[in-house]
């Protein structure tokens, strides 16, 4: 089984609320990493997503928490 890693890095200009995140997040620049796994078997190469996190930005240097 092939993993590939892919990170990017997206722009919020506005504050948003996410199901699943506590409370609103601010705007501000986010890491999105996605996994996908190689599917096997095919005559050709594909693959199919298995995770996609999205990594707020530090809000202060004592809070050590991150949520993904």
């Known amino acids: 089984m092939t993993i590939r890693t892919t990170r990017t890095t997206v722009s919020f200009a506005n504050p948003f609320v996410l199901q699943g995140l506590e409370g609103t997040q601010p705007a501000g620049e986010y890491v999105v990493v996605t996994d996908d796994e190689q599917i096997e078997g095919l005559s050709r190469i594909a693959y199919r997503r298995v995770a ?15 949520q993904f």
């Open 52 to 66: 996609t996190l999205l990594q707020p930005p530090a809000r202060s240097a004592p809070q050590l928490l991150i």
